[in-house]
């Protein structure tokens, strides 16, 4: 699906010039969308699934509280918000067999195999762990799209649900920053999405290099990066007419 800029759009003035990284980018906010990746107790609490693999989480209670914000003055605006929230079957069998790196790699389904006792908790649809945070939970209105690996674009209907609202731009925030934020980030450029990484609305799950390492990644190859109070200001700026 090709998408141009065209000069309707500006006569229309939907188009607003945001104070992007590297350089400045024009957006039309008619046509975005805020993804919140997996802003579950899982990634955002004390004990979910990072706390107990014994990853720095201190970060997360204000990580949450910037993207309450963010999303706060897109629905004002009329910005729609996509959740992306990873879940496993209690089965786990959407989770990858044996020919499948998934079980491998993934943090929960490595930690429910060293620790038995913690299997059918982490990252299983209806537990604790699955769940969103209750300060961003979901409302009526906002697309909730659920995953099984860390791009939210692999097997799921995510650019569907963007494709048929007519959305080619899309501000990230969530959990991890290097991880499903940065994996969904790169596959919305390969499928021809603007991406814009909100960097004080995203926390790694790691050292603090990992978060300046995808911040390079995307500012150097594959998108733009604010900060959560440009992108207010300019959701609650004047609408050009």
């Not at 800029?5 to 104070?19: D, H, I, K, P, Y």
């Not at 350089?23 to 004990?47: I, W, Y």
């Not at 603007?194 to 990644?217: K, S």
């Not at 207010?232 to 609408?239: M, N, T, Y």
């Amino acid at each position: 699906m090709e998408y141009s800029r065209t000069a309707a759009e500006f006569w229309m003035g939907s188009m607003v010039n945001l104070r992007t990284r590297p350089e400045p980018l024009d957006v039309a906010l008619e046509k975005s969308a805020v993804v919140v990746v997996d802003m579950q107790n899982a990634f955002a609490s004390r004990g979910g699934l990072l706390d107990l693999a014994g990853i720095d989480i201190s970060g997360a209670g204000a990580v949450v509280r910037t993207i309450r914000t963010v999303l706060a003055a897109a629905r004002e605006r009329g910005v729609p918000v996509v959740y992306l929230q990873t879940g496993y079957k209690p089965d786990l069998s959407n989770g990858g067999g044996e020919a499948s790196p998934n079980p491998r790699k993934e943090t929960a389904l490595c930690l429910m195999r060293a620790r038995p006792q913690l299997k059918g908790q982490l990252l299983v649809e209806g537990t604790w762990d699955f769940a969103i945070v209750d300060e961003l939970a979901p409302q009526p209105s906002d697309i909730v799209v659920l995953k099984t690996r860390y791009s939210g674009f692999a097997g799921t209907t995510l650019d569907s649900a963007l494709r048929v609202r007519d959305i080619r731009y899309l501000f990230f925030v969530g959990i991890a920053t290097n991880v499903c934020v940065e994996s969904t980030l790169r596959d919305a450029y390969f499928h021809e999405y603007w991406p814009i990484l909100v960097t004080d609305g995203a926390m790694q799950a790691g050292p603090p290099a990992a978060q300046e390492a995808t911040i390079f990644n995307v500012e150097s190859f594959f998108g733009w990066t604010l900060t959560a109070e440009s992108l207010i200001g300019s959701l609650r700026g004047p609408r050009a007419r």
